[in-house]
């Protein structure tokens, strides 16, 4: 059991939470992943490790809520326990060597680079994130992302917060303004990956994303998380998730996503008349 | 006088029809009265050659005595002395390739059922046995083991049973290996391994979930730790894939993902809320019992049809001759001598149809087997809406590639020395299928084993120097 030490409301959508699990507080690396169950009916789902105290022996983690599993973990509160955690899987991300980085995220995807960035910028990295969101009020890790690069850019798909466009456009500007840079690492939704990828093709620019499957064990036994990377299969939780995004085949990875669509739409909306009744009854 | 019946007492077992719609144990186990008339067709024969074909020898004429006077706790206890999961093998041993082939009975007629009087027995201890105490002085000296499956279960009960204080770290949430998350419900009731790990728990050993060894803890921090030595269990579950066009469409699982969804996540009882697609149309392709269960697993998740499509005829298939039968009563429809060249889908990315080309057997190849030649221009699609990959596992390569000086041959096994388990490594030991590839549930238990004799050996003569 994993006791819950911290839990955050970030907006509307999505909420961070610090999970006491010592030993993978003294492994986990920027771009690493953890498995969790919250019950002994629940299934397995990822989430990347958004930080980590090797002191206070906890993990961070920032989860949308967009689903059962999600609205589920959301119900438990600091004091609560998570039945399994595991990790740290997947490969940390390989950050020596470069000079000057583009961190992308997109919505929830920026709880995922803010640590790229937070870790690059730590050695010394010149780092600029550039962070999407549909509009003004559901920005979230605004200071952090500030802290973690040397340039921060928020845009808004609404133009809510006076910066209106994608993530695609501002890292176009930067380019174009004659920024040079090694490497971009982009997180988000596939379609944004995608589109991003396309982009830094047209200028040569070295790309890692960071790819999210549907998953269960974590550990290279189902094969379910698999992709196709240069024309190769890969696991995305043992060879991955960071891959290079001018390898992948993003049409069957979106494909893929929606294995599940329809039955977890339903479990879902059940859960959700579930946690209504209640409510009412309550 | 014993039972002179040229043909076993058979096997209670749930009528076809009726089990390929639940996942309850289909062979049912012997009544009292059949197990004591299977037992008096042993003729106790003097140099017990059944003996010889137990990867473990279990001392089989000498339980099935016990067994013919009435005395089952006798018979539990010989059986226990070299077999610590009777209740599984008697289930799942490839008996017609072990211990009742080498059985006299077998010449004329068929062998006696020594597999289904083990678990007969093993059964009966679970129900009526008294509960076994345990007063073993502890040495003193920590071992560690990785990995849960059979072959690190027994290594750490053993170690156990001598002194020793073990910790078994397991990367999933529940212990077992391939018996919880791979062999189904139907054949292997998980309740029966849980009892098991239950029982090893009383007996001292700490089991670690939710530990994905190399990567949370390295072999090397272990003996940081104080283990004085490190036993390496893992299995083989990195999942083969034929590497044909299509086996990335929804629909398309490897044989480890749907046993998995369904056994360990329980995706078949709605209270779970892993999900798992309920085909209609299935096509499993591989022949050994990994794709037996999957076929049967897809038919009692509702499918309509399920096709077993093998690249050689029935002789050659892997699996056990029973679990063909069963599937064959079950409804399994068998496509041999035919293999998959691609798997095609519709434009949401949906699997639709796999397409197949015939194949004939030409000369043996290394293995002995007649290879299979595709015939030219043969080509058909079977339209199905699903896929399983069951062609085979291999060791998954974490603790190798984060253990210093562990030694792999070229197909990912652990090198071991055939004698005493023990790797290129000080201090470390490793059996079952992370060192001989994907093998059976006794051939894992009898290197875990004899690792725990060797591991007593190294640790006290260290200590006697
Ligand atoms: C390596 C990795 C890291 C991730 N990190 C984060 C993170 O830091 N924060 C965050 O909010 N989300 C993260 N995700 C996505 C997160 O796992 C899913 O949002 C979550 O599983 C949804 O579960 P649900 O039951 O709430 O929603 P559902 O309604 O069941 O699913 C919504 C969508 O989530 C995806 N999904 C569903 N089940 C799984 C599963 N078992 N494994 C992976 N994806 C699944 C599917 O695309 C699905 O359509 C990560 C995914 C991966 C693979
Ligand atoms: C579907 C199926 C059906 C089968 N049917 C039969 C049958 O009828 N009869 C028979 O005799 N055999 C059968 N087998 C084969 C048999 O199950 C295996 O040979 C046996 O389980 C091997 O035992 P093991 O202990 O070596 O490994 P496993 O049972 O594979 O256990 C290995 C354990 O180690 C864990 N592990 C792996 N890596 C790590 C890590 N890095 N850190 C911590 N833990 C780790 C795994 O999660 C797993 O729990 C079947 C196999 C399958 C898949
Ligand atoms: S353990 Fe397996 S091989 Fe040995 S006697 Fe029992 S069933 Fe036969
Ligand atoms: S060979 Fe057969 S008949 Fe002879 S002792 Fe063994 S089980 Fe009994
Ligand atoms: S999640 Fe099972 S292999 Fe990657
Ligand atoms: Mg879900």
């Known amino acids: 059991m994993f006791k819950i030490v911290e839990k955050r409301i970030l907006n509307d959508s999505m909420t961070l939470m610090a999970v006491e699990a010592p030993y993978i507080a003294k492994k986990a690396k920027a771009g690493q992943f953890i498995i969790l169950r919250v019950n002994e009916f629940g299934e397995r789902i990822p989430l990347t490790v958004a930080d980590y105290d090797r002191e206070k022996g906890t993990i961070t983690i920032i989860y949308q809520k967009v689903g059962k599993t999600t609205l589920m973990l959301d119900q438990l509160n600091v004091g609560d326990e998570i039945l399994d955690f595991i990790g740290p899987l997947g490969k940390a991300t390989e950050l020596e060597g470069y000079k000057n980085v583009a961190v992308i995220g997109g919505g929830a995807g920026c709880a995922i680079a803010y640590p790229q960035a937070k870790a690059l910028h730590s050695m010394g990295t010149k780092v600029d ?55 971009v690492i982009a997180i988000g939704p596939l379609v944004m990956m995608r589109a991003i990828c396309n982009l830094t093709k047209e200028y040569n620019i070295k790309t890692l994303i960071s790819m999210n499957p549907i998953m269960i064990d974590g550990t290279g036994m189902c094969g379910g998380c698999r992709l196709t990377v240069g024309g190769k299969t890969k696991f995305a939780c043992v060879d991955g998730p960071d891959f290079d995004g001018h390898e992948v085949d993003f049409d069957e990875a979106i494909k893929r996503s929606r294995t599940y669509a329809d039955l977890e739409k339903e479990a879902t909306r059940e859960y959700n008349c579930r946690l209504m009744e209640g409510a009412n009854n309550a | 006088m014993p039972n002179m019946s040229p043909v076993k007492t058979p096997m209670p077992e749930q009528e076809p029809n009726v089990r390929n719609k639940n996942f309850e144990e289909v062979a049912l186990g012997y009544t009292d009265e059949m197990a004591a008339e299977e037992a008096k067709r042993c003729l106790n024969c003097k140099n017990k050659p059944c003996v010889s074909g137990c990867p473990v020898g279990v001392r089989i004429p000498e339980f099935i005595q016990r067994v013919a006077e009435g005395d089952m706790e006798g018979a539990y206890q010989i059986i226990k002395t070299t077999n610590s999961l009777p209740a599984v093998c008697g289930r799942v041993c490839p008996q017609e390739s072990q211990c009742e082939q080498k059985c006299v009975r077998g010449i004329k007629g068929e062998p006696v059922g020594i597999g289904r009087l083990e678990r007969y027995v093993a059964d009966w201890h679970m129900k009526h046995g008294a509960p076994e105490e345990f007063d073993v002085k502890p040495n003193g000296h920590k071992v560690a083991v990785i990995g849960a499956g059979p072959a690190g279960l027994t290594c750490a009960g053993d170690l156990a049973a001598m002194g020793y204080s073990v910790t078994v770290y397991e990367a999933l949430h529940t212990a077992g290996g391939v018996l919880m998350y791979g062999i189904p419900q139907f054949r292997l009731p998980k309740e029966i391994v849980q009892k098991e790990i239950d029982a090893l728990k009383e007996k001292g050993v700490k089991i670690k979930t939710d530990m994905v060894m190399g990567k949370v803890l390295s072999v090397d921090e272990l003996f940081e730790m104080g283990f004085e030595a490190v036993f390496i269990g893992t299995g083989a579950g990195l999942p083969n894939f034929m590497n044909i066009p299509g086996e990335g469409l929804i629909g398309t699982y490897s044989a480890n993902e749907f ?90 990315g949906r699997v639709k149809a796999i397409e197949c080309v015939e194949m004939e057997l030409g000369e043996p190849d290394a293995s002995g087997r007649r290879r299979p030649i595709a015939k030219e221009g043969s080509n058909f699609e079977i339209p199905v809406d699903s896929v399983v990959m069951a062609i085979g596992n291999s060791p998954n390569p974490l603790i190798r590639s984060t253990t210093e000086g562990l030694e792999a041959n070229s197909h990912g096994c652990i090198v071991v020395d055939d004698t005493t388990m023990a790797t290129t490594r000080e201090g470390v030991y490793a059996a079952g299928d992370a060192v001989s590839g994907a093998a059976t549930v006794i051939l894992a238990m009898g290197g875990g084993k004899e690792a725990a004799r060797s591991i007593d050996k190294y640790i006290q003569s260290k200590h006697s120097k």
């Open chain 2, 259 to 348: 046993l998995t969804r369904v056994n360990l996540m329980k995706a078949y009882l709605d209270e779970y809320d892993t999900p798992i697609i309920r085909p209609k149309n299935v096509a499993v392709v591989g022949g050994g019992n990994v794709a037996m269960d999957a076929a049967r697993t897809a038919k009692r998740l509702g499918a309509e049809n399920v096709y077993i499509i093998y690249r050689r005829a029935e002789e050659q298939m892997p699996a056990r001759k029973e679990e063909i039968h069963h599937a064959k009563e079950e409804g399994i429809i068998f496509k041999l001598l035919c293999n998959p060249i691609a798997i095609h889908g519709d434009d949401d």
């Open chain 1, 129 to 183: 994130m550039i962070a999407g969101f549909r509009s003004k009020d559901i920005i979230i890790l605004e200071d952090e992302m500030k802290a973690a690069s040397d340039r921060l850019m928020i845009t808004t798909d609404d133009g809510s917060n006076g910066n209106k466009g994608f993530v695609t456009d501002a890292l176009r500007k930067n380019i174009e303004e004659g920024t040079k840079y090694d490497l």
